[in-house]
């Protein structure tokens, strides 16, 4: 079966620092990985997706990068946090394959305050 | 823009059939219409999808008017631990989901 863990669970970090949230997915290969934001009280905001290794697409334009080093493994970084980066972060993944709808699983999430 | 259109928040009885409603009027002929619920500090979970016909599932059953501009989601028999904000969401299926603000249902005791 499919599991995807994303680490820390929550985090409280000082404006200005650097952040870097993993996501990982075991038990298929090959898939779509998503990056989404939720500010409090909001709906999901779709941040990045990447394809395959090294493919990332940006959704909106913010101080956020990601980076998808390996197959199954999808990280979330910043070079200096704003105090509109906080909000909860949710990893998804999609196993594609043609002619089939593809549902996303989500992670746990982590939880992030810049103060 | 969530392309879709939902009321903010319902209540509902538990034992009841929870129904919520959807508009997604433009959708185009090969758009799905999907259904997530997002419980409390917790990832969102997928529920249900259809494309023309109506759909059902060990958790809900989706009916999608002929015209397709509309649909509803069914709990049949609603309990507590359906608390949550449901999305409504169209999509080609295998591309980026773009999520609106759902409705937040509540079930009452």
């Known amino acids: 079966s499919q599991t995807i863990h994303q680490w820390p669970a929550t985090l409280v970090q000082p404006v200005g620092s650097p952040l870097s949230l993993e996501c990982t997915v075991e038990g298929t290969s090959n898939p779509n990985l998503y990056w989404y934001r939720q500010a409090a009280g909001r709906g999901l905001q779709l941040l990045f997706y990447?394809?395959?290794?090294?493919?990332i697409s940006s959704e909106v334009p913010q101080n956020l990068s990601a980076s998808r080093p390996q197959d199954r493994q999808f990280i979330l970084s910043s070079k200096k946090l704003l105090l509109s980066d906080s909000g909860f972060y949710l990893c998804?993944?999609?196993?594609?394959?043609?002619?089939?709808?593809?549902?996303?699983?989500f992670g746990p999430g982590t939880r992030l305050t810049v103060l | 823009d969530a392309k879709t259109t939902q009321p903010p928040s319902m209540d509902c009885a538990e034992g009841r059939a929870a129904n919520l409603p959807c508009n997604h009027s433009t959708i185009s002929g090969n758009e799905y219409v999907y259904w997530y619920r997002q419980i409390h500090s917790q990832g969102p979970q997928y529920i249900i999808h259809?494309?023309?016909n109506n759909e059902t599932n060990e958790m809900a059953s989706l009916i999608i008017t002929e015209d397709r501009k509309s649909s509803t989601l069914i709990l049949p028999h609603a309990t507590l631990r359906d608390t949550a904000v449901y999305y409504c969401i169209r999509s080609f299926g295998n591309e980026k989901l773009t999520f609106g603000t759902g409705t937040r249902l509540t079930i009452i005791p």
């Open positions: 998804a993944w999609v196993k594609v394959s043609k002619g089939s709808y593809n549902e996303q699983f």
């Open positions: 259809g494309l023309k």
């Open positions: 990447s394809v395959g290794i090294g493919q």
